[in-house]
């Protein structure tokens, strides 16, 4: 019989002589530590699954990741303009949203529409409510008045989202998103 190679224990890390080729630790106290870390490891795993499957399903995180790409896109989409409502120059040292010219509050169904989202400035989006005024004679100006008309027609019941719907949605402003970029 051929005698075994020394091996590093694999709970507490000594090098010592296996009485088999299956060895993996040097003692029962070993042994049961190595267990210990093993279902430790399997839980931790589980865990991460199951946290998963809920996010998968999770409407409003999915809603959070789409809402994200989705303001990316518009603020790269619109990176050589000003500001939609004040015009303020795109090398502006401020911070830049996407604007909705109708709220998602009013329109839901307008969250993603890209005619109702422009880039706009902190200024105009936080402080002056959008300042709607000057954000729809500009918008007039860049998409035209049909399109504007459209976005002001109230619908009867706006779409309900579910959280693969947000998901696709994420996926296709990533894909825009890249796509930019490149």
């Given at each position: 019989?051929?005698?075994?190679?020394?091996?590093?224990?694999?709970?507490?890390?000594?090098?010592?002589?296996?009485?088999?080729?299956?060895?993996?630790?040097?003692?029962?106290?070993?042994?049961?530590?190595?267990?210990?870390?093993?279902?430790?490891?399997?839980?931790?795993?589980?865990?991460?699954?199951?946290?998963?499957?809920?996010?998968?399903?999770?409407?409003?995180?999915?809603?959070?990741?789409?809402?994200?790409?989705?303001?990316?896109?518009?603020?790269?989409?619109?990176?050589?303009?000003?500001?939609?409502?004040?015009?303020?120059?795109?090398?502006?040292?401020?911070?830049?949203?996407?604007?909705?010219?109708?709220?998602?509050?009013?329109?839901?169904d307008l969250r993603f529409n890209e005619d109702n989202v422009?880039?706009?400035?902190?200024?105009?989006?936080?402080?002056?409510?959008?300042?709607?005024?000057?954000?729809?004679?500009?918008?007039?100006?860049?998409?035209?008045?049909?399109?504007?008309?459209?976005?002001?027609?109230?619908?009867?019941?706006?779409?309900?989202?579910?959280?693969?719907?947000?998901?696709?949605?994420?996926?296709?402003?990533?894909?825009?998103?890249?796509?930019?970029?490149?």
């Amino acid at each position: 019989m051929k005698e075994l190679k020394p091996k590093k224990c694999k709970s507490c890390g000594i090098v010592f002589k296996p009485f088999s080729s299956l060895a993996r630790v040097c003692s029962m106290a070993c042994s049961l530590d190595f267990v210990d870390k093993q279902k430790s490891v399997k839980v931790k795993q589980e865990h991460v699954k199951q946290k998963r499957a809920f996010l998968d399903n999770d409407k409003s995180f999915q809603r959070a990741k789409a809402q994200k790409a989705f303001n990316e896109f518009i603020r790269l989409r619109d990176a050589g303009l000003g500001c939609i409502s004040c015009d303020k120059p795109s090398d502006w040292g401020g911070q830049w949203h996407a604007g909705h010219y109708k709220t998602v509050g009013a329109r839901p169904d307008l969250r993603f529409n890209e005619d109702n989202v422009h880039k706009q400035c902190s200024q105009c989006n936080n402080f002056l409510s959008g300042n709607l005024a000057q954000y729809r004679i500009a918008l007039i100006a860049k998409i035209g008045s049909q399109r504007v008309l459209m976005l002001e027609i109230d619908i009867e019941t706006p779409k309900k989202y579910t959280a693969s719907d947000y998901a696709a949605i994420h996926a296709e402003y990533s894909a825009k998103i890249k796509e930019l970029k490149s």
